[in-house]
């Protein structure tokens, strides 16, 4: 597993570097089992964060954003990756990013990736035709992501205290106590 990715010391917090892991090399397999997302919630979040906002050059080198629409959470992201033309562009100095042909758009290898990987591809390919499949999908993997860092050690649960908060979709009932 590459370097920094949460799961190489067995840890439970959530860290984007284990994401790229699904496309690369199949490592994310065992980073996702820590966490206990599937191939297609961890495709989901993925989207679902680059179907969102722009790439920061301050902090990363890349520029640009995935959508045309990066204000809203949709399958946009996944249309793009399938159905663009992606060339070589140089980025903020050696790095190196995609652009689409004729358009402001752009990915990183770790997305196109995603294309070469026929688990992954299908995954992707499905996202892009379902709009709710993948909705439905990334609010899954999300909760999953955001309940993953509850636990306090080995010998106890912070969702276990009074008063703990669990992140859901799911209505939740004002307490009468």
């Known amino acids: 597993i590459q370097r920094g990715c949460c799961c190489r010391s067995g840890a439970v917090a959530v860290h984007l570097s284990c994401l790229p892991q699904l496309a690369t090399d199949r490592g994310g397999e065992r980073c996702n089992g820590v966490m206990g997302l599937a191939e297609r919630e961890t495709v989901a979040l993925m989207g679902g964060g680059h179907s969102l906002g722009m790439m920061h050059p301050r902090r990363s080198g890349f520029t640009g954003s ?18 663009e033309r992606w060339v070589t562009h140089k980025a903020e100095g050696t790095r190196v990013q995609y652009k689409a042909l004729d358009k402001d758009l752009y990915m990183l290898q770790t997305d196109l990736s995603m294309r070469i990987d026929p688990n992954l591809e299908a995954i992707v ?29 080995p010998t106890s649960n912070l969702c ?4 703990a908060a669990v992140f859901t979709s799911e209505p939740v009932e004002p307490s009468t106590q």
């Open 66 to 83: 995935w959508t045309a629409t990066p204000t809203r959470l949709n399958n946009e992201y996944f249309r793009n990756l399938m159905d």
């Open 125 to 153: 390919m499905e996202y892009a035709s379902d709009p709710a499949t993948f909705v439905t999908e990334f609010v899954r993997g999300w909760e999953m992501m955001m309940n993953a860092d509850r636990f306090d050690g």
């Open 160 to 163: 276990d205290a009074p008063g």
